[in-house]
């Protein structure tokens, strides 16, 4: 494997690079036209304009991306996460055309990605569920059986679906009915796929998922868990490995259980099992992401793993450089992900151009970014801008590094998670542990993130040295980059 094309964008595609950078293979990017000036498509050895901004124009048109690998002669297609990631025709796609797809087999993630089946197959091997159906709810009197069955509150979920669409709770019979036509009309609509099931509805559970890293030869290991319950629109803010709560006892439980999730689904490379954790700890099979996860960074920072790597080489046909006796936790890793929304306005998107932008650096801090100064906030794709991860040898001084990082990440001209970021990680809840995935919705309000004098000061005196350190330069004093990359741009 000489050439890796990267089918994706911003951070991911970053991360990706800069590993196969290391590793003596050469890169290919693919952007969209709103991209064009991204750091990304400079840092990449080669890169391809695949069409324009609307992502089902440009990073979702398999045809375009699998051309543009031939077109370089790459050898392999990494999916990054979203987008194609997860489609197991676009993994088949890349195989039929003679290339390495740096992600499972088009049979796992297609077995894996149906919720169903997923649940179906990860029964077999005797891996705990909620309880439901393992099948698809065909109409409302099955459904009105089963919810009485298992009692309410139940949830009614897409099959093919993620990040919330087509999920629906219902607290008693009277409302089934119309939850679960809105739920298969947004399922359909999102997925092209109506199929629901039921399950018992957990209210307050955390969300803990193990890592875990198979090859072809038949070995697996996991890479132990992260903590993921602080969410807004069932969609992660802030991670931490390990989770606070696990005793070792239980976390070796769920670890091999994740395992047999991938042994049922012949799994090789890099995947995550998802699990609901109540509050006696007993713990219940949600899904499997047949992806690198986008917090895939605490993992590698307690493990000393790099996880894209391994995905190259298992892709390659190598068997794992390590086993699981080989793995064991070192200090502590939290994760915030810096994203381009409003906390003090329920958390909506905001665009605008990054006037200043200035991310913090010191021992054991990591900054994922894709944008850089003076650069536009694209309305077309997901909001994040970047991800900040502290580590440290315990928690309690991660916590306090990834405070540090955030008053040293400076941001002006968009508003981000920033400062609900800091909030959150020196709230009691957090502190101690005790909280799930209604975090924000049982201890946050956005009125708690405008008594903010001291980081208001903090944020003064950075703009005010900012100011200071441009006024230093001469005028005719030219910017240079003594990392020029020989990358060539393909505008066809």
Same mark, same amino acid.
């Given at each position: 494997?000489?050439?890796?094309?990267?089918?994706?964008?911003?951070?991911?595609?970053?991360?990706?690079?800069? %590993?196969?950078?290391?590793?003596?293979?050469?890169?290919?990017?693919?952007?969209?036209?709103?991209?064009?000036?991204?750091?990304?498509?400079?840092?990449?050895?080669?890169?391809?304009?695949?069409?324009?901004?609307?992502?089902?124009?440009?990073?979702?048109?398999?045809? !375009?991306?699998?051309?543009?690998?031939?077109?370089?002669?790459?050898?392999?297609?990494?999916?990054?996460?979203?987008?194609?990631?997860?489609?197991?025709?676009?993994?088949?796609?890349?195989?039929?055309?003679?290339?390495?797809?740096?992600?499972?087999?088009?049979? =796992?993630?297609?077995?894996?990605?149906?919720?169903?089946?997923? *649940?179906?197959?990860?029964?077999?091997?005797?891996?705990?569920?909620?309880?439901?159906?393992?099948?698809? @709810?065909?109409?409302?009197?099955?459904?009105?059986?089963?919810?009485?069955?298992?009692?309410?509150?139940?949830?009614?979920?897409?099959?093919?679906?993620?990040?919330? !669409?087509?999920?629906?709770?219902?607290?008693?019979?009277?409302?089934?009915?119309?939850?679960?036509?809105?739920? *298969?009309?947004?399922?359909?609509?999102?997925?092209?796929?109506?199929?629901?099931?039921?399950?018992?509805?957990?209210?307050?559970?955390?969300?803990?998922?193990?890592?875990?890293?198979?090859?072809?030869?038949?070995?697996?290991?996991?890479?132990?868990?992260?903590?993921?319950?602080?969410?807004?629109?069932?969609?992660?803010?802030?991670?931490?490995?390990?989770?606070?709560?696990?005793? /070792?006892?239980?976390?070796?439980?769920?670890?091999?259980?994740?395992?047999?999730?991938?042994?049922?689904?012949?799994?090789?490379?890099?995947?995550?099992?998802?699990?609901?954790?109540?509050?006696?700890?007993?713990?219940?099979?949600?899904?499997?992401?047949?992806?690198?996860?986008?917090?895939?960074?605490?993992?590698?920072?307690?493990?000393?793993?790099?996880?894209?790597?391994?995905?190259?080489?298992?892709?390659?046909?190598? *068997?794992?450089?390590?086993?699981?006796?080989?793995? *064991?936790?070192?200090?502590?890793?939290?994760?915030?992900?810096?994203?381009?929304?409003?906390?003090?306005?329920?958390?909506?998107?905001?665009?605008? @151009?990054?006037?200043?932008?200035?991310? /913090?650096?010191?021992?054991?801090?990591?900054?994922?970014?894709?944008?850089?100064?003076?650069?536009?906030?694209?309305?077309?794709?997901?909001?994040?801008?970047?991800?900040?991860?502290?580590?440290?040898?315990?928690?309690?001084?991660?916590?306090?590094?990834?405070?540090?990082?955030?008053?040293?990440?400076?941001?002006?001209?968009?508003? %981000?998670?920033?400062?609900?970021?800091?909030?959150?990680?020196?709230?009691?809840?957090?502190? =101690?542990?005790?909280?799930?995935?209604?975090?924000?919705?049982?201890?946050?309000?956005?009125?708690?993130?405008?008594? %903010?004098?001291?980081?208001?000061?903090?944020?003064?005196?950075?703009?005010?040295?900012?100011?200071?350190?441009?006024?230093?330069? /001469?005028?005719?004093?030219?910017?240079?980059?003594?990392?020029?990359?020989?990358?060539?741009?393909?505008?066809?």
């Amino acid at each position: 494997m000489q050439k890796i094309l990267v089918a994706n964008r911003g951070e991911i595609a970053m991360r990706v690079m800069r %590993t196969a950078k290391e590793m003596g293979i050469k890169t290919v990017a693919v952007f969209s036209e709103a991209d064009r000036n991204m750091p990304f498509v400079r840092y990449a050895d080669e890169a391809v304009c695949i069409g324009p901004a609307l992502s089902s124009q440009s990073y979702l048109r398999a045809e !375009k991306i699998i051309a543009a690998a031939l077109k370089t002669g790459a050898d392999a297609i990494h999916p990054g996460y979203g987008f194609l990631s997860e489609n197991a025709s676009f993994s088949q796609a890349v195989s039929d055309a003679g290339l390495t797809f740096i992600g499972p087999s088009a049979y =796992s993630i297609e077995l894996m990605g149906d919720k169903i089946s997923a *649940k179906q197959a990860a029964k077999k091997f005797n891996v705990p569920m909620v309880p439901g159906t393992d099948h698809p @709810t065909a109409d409302i009197a099955e459904a009105t059986e089963i919810g009485r069955r298992i009692g309410y509150p139940i949830l009614i979920k897409a099959s093919a679906g993620g990040g919330g !669409k087509g999920m629906r709770v219902v607290e008693h019979e009277g409302e089934l009915e119309q939850q679960m036509l809105t739920a *298969k009309s947004e399922a359909l609509n999102s997925f092209g796929n109506d199929a629901v099931f039921i399950e018992k509805y957990v209210g307050s559970p955390r969300h803990i998922e193990i890592q875990l890293m198979g090859d072809k030869h038949g070995n697996y290991v996991y890479l132990f868990e992260r903590e993921c319950s602080i969410q807004r629109r069932h969609q992660k803010l802030i991670e931490e490995a390990p989770s606070s709560c696990l005793t /070792p006892d239980i976390r070796q439980q769920m670890g091999e259980c994740a395992v047999a999730v991938a042994r049922a689904c012949n799994y090789h490379g890099a995947g995550t099992v998802e699990f609901l954790v109540d509050e006696n700890l007993n713990f219940y099979f949600l899904e499997m992401n047949t992806r690198l996860q986008v917090e895939h960074c605490v993992t590698e920072m307690i493990t000393g793993v790099d996880l894209v790597k391994e995905q190259i080489n298992v892709a390659r046909g190598n *068997k794992l450089s390590f086993t699981q006796a080989d793995l *064991k936790i070192t200090g502590h890793a939290i994760e915030l992900r810096v994203c381009a929304e409003n906390p003090l306005n329920n958390f909506l998107p905001d665009t605008g @151009t990054l006037e200043m932008y200035q991310p /913090p650096k010191g021992p054991g801090v990591r900054v994922d970014d894709g944008f850089e100064e003076g650069m536009e906030i694209p309305i077309f794709y997901d909001p994040m801008i970047a991800k900040l991860i502290a580590y440290a040898a315990t928690r309690d001084e991660a916590i306090e590094r990834l405070c540090r990082a955030i008053d040293e990440y400076y941001i002006k001209g968009i508003n %981000t998670t920033l400062s609900f970021g800091k909030w959150a990680v020196r709230t009691e809840p957090f502190r =101690s542990g005790n909280f799930d995935t209604k975090f924000i919705e049982k201890h946050f309000k956005p009125e708690y993130l405008l008594n %903010t004098d001291e980081d208001a000061e903090h944020a003064a005196a950075l703009l005010a040295a900012y100011i200071w350190q441009k006024e230093q330069k /001469p005028q005719n004093q030219t910017a240079t980059n003594n990392t020029v990359s020989k990358w060539k741009l393909n505008r066809k």
